[in-house]
């Protein structure tokens, strides 16, 4: 269970399990309670946490896990929304002085981080992917997070080119951390269980950071993911996508002008800022296995197959040609591919912001 929002499930009652203490666990809100304490033992074990590390647990609950992480390292800051699970905590961990655990009540969406090497993280699903991108921005960058996710979520991070999760979250995610599978975990260790498994996977943010300008980058995998398995080709023959690239071309090249040459790049650091409400709209991935992808090029054409191509057109299907990214699809190009066609588009002074 973890502190962050907390979702209502519309015209239902709010479902609770007692908890032998007599708190109740309500599956609305995401509070979810590991129960196997094997379980606990090898997440523990898996975060291979130091004895000098500063440990940072998200939705601690009853405390089963806290324990174990007092035990493994000199310091745990635990941030809980439940007032009643903060009270529990208290209880349970009287006679812990605060220089060894600090219990923070509030939403960790709002919540101001303190410094941390490692965070170890059981969380509510809906709120995964703005919490992996707080943490992705909290500064200075820590060792690493082992967060328990819901399974689907947590496969599409982890995911490779050609993997049918692979998305633009997928992506995202890798510019700037690795990830790793550590273990699946069934809805029976919970309490109460959730409808669906869960997995636990390692983030571990990349030192140093890939430079991007961030805002460009979401707007170039926003074109290439929305129709992840046609061509690349295909995509930027779409008549609105190359008029919005034709549209940046100009307002670049007028800036140019007008600041003699000015270097546009001046800013160009990572912003982890724009992924704070980052929801992965898979939806927006349209899944085109089994459409002609011939048929489908002329009809994303919009009648321009007919007339003479522009000279900006052609401009940016030389981009395509020139790194031999025409025939390829976005659900199979690496994280390197991605950033090469990007500095390739850059590099004739094509922009996507």
């Known amino acids: 269970m973890a502190g962050g929002k907390m979702k209502k499930e519309k015209g239902k009652p709010s479902q609770h399990t007692p908890y032998q203490g007599g ?5 609305s809100k995401g509070q979810h309670i590991l129960k196997n304490p094997l379980l606990v033992d090898s997440i523990v074990q898996k ?15 009853t405390g089963n896990l806290t324990k ?7 310091k745990v800051i635990a941030v809980e929304i439940d007032s009643r699970m903060v009270l529990e905590l208290h209880k349970r961990f009287q006679g812990v002085p605060s220089s060894r655990l600090t219990v923070i009540q509030g939403d960790v969406l709002k919540t101001e981080l ?10 509510p699903y809906q709120i995964s992917s703005p919490l992996t991108f707080k943490l992705l921005n909290h500064q200075p960058s820590f060792r690493c997070a082992i967060i328990m996710y819901q399974r689907e979520f947590a496969m599409r991070l982890v995911a490779l080119p050609g993997d049918k999760l692979y ?3 997928t992506v995202n995610t890798q510019l700037h951390a690795r990830i790793s599978h550590l273990l699946k975990v069934g809805r029976n260790n919970f309490r109460p269980p959730p409808k669906v498994d869960s997995s636990v996977v390692r983030i571990e943010p990349r030192k140093p950071r890939i430079e991007v300008n961030q805002k460009e980058w979401d707007g170039f995998l926003r074109i290439c ?29 007028a800036l140019k002008i007008s600041q003699e040459g ?81 500095s390739l588009f850059n590099k004739t002074g094509i922009h996507f912001t």
């Open 225 to 253: 993911f929305n129709r992840k398995n046609k061509t690349l080709g295909a995509i930027f023959r779409q008549k609105n996508v190359i008029s919005m690239l034709e549209k940046n071309y100009k307002t670049v090249q």
């Open 262 to 342: 000015l270097l546009m790049e001046a800013d160009n650091k990572v912003d982890f800022s724009n992924f704070a409400d980052f929801v992965d709209d898979q939806e927006m991935e349209v899944d085109d296995d089994g459409v002609d992808d011939d048929e489908d090029e002329m009809e994303l054409e919009d009648g321009v197959a007919n007339g003479a191509q522009s000279e900006f057109k052609n401009k940016v299907l030389g981009v395509l040609k020139e790194g031999d990214f025409e025939e390829k699809r976005s659900s199979k190009l690496s994280l390197q591919e991605f950033l090469y066609l990007l």
């Open 47 to 61: 975060s291979g946490i130091k004895t000098t590390d500063v440990v940072l647990e998200i939705g601690p609950g």
């Open 23 to 27: 708190i109740s666990f309500h599956k």
């Open 167 to 169: 998305c633009r979250l």
């Open 68 to 74: 174990k992480l007092l035990d493994a390292g000199k």
């Open 114 to 123: 303190p410094y941390f090497d490692i965070c170890v993280a059981n969380i």
